[in-house]
């Protein structure tokens, strides 16, 4: 069974860091792009970053380039969402997700197949 877990969420003041990580099983996901996405209350979900399975390629959301900086570690099978100058806007369930085997990075929510159970990020200004 695939399981991605998120870890690392929690409570932080405005301008403060945090790191996510999403570590999976079941699976690996060296050869395919993973990404992270964030729900906030009475929002849709939306992208905040993508990686290929390289680590070479990533992409940002408008909104968060700057400040986060997402990487990954495919011998842990694991990929990292570090959030510098974190912002009231930021606060959101975090998820994270992979796509299947040999997928390109996308922004996309529907085109990603797996997905962890999110991490609650909240930032008190």
């Known amino acids: 069974q695939v399981q991605l877990v998120e870890s690392g969420g929690g409570l932080v003041q405005a301008g403060g860091s945090l790191r996510l990580s999403c570590t999976a099983s079941g699976r690996t996901f060296s050869s395919t792009a993973m990404g992270w996405f964030r729900q906030a209350p009475g929002k849709e979900r939306e992208f905040v970053a993508s990686i290929n399975w390289s680590g070479r390629r990533t992409h940002y959301a408008d909104s968060v380039k700057g400040r986060f900086t997402i990487s990954r570690d495919n011998a842990k099978n694991t990929v990292y969402l570090q959030m510098n100058s974190l912002l009231p806007e930021d606060m959101a369930i975090y998820y994270c997700?992979?796509?299947?085997?040999?997928?390109?990075?996308?922004?996309?929510?529907?085109?990603?197949?797996?997905w962890g159970q999110g991490t609650q990020v909240t930032v008190s200004s």
């Open positions: 997700a992979a796509r299947r085997e040999d997928s390109s990075w996308s922004s996309s929510v529907a085109a990603y197949d797996y």
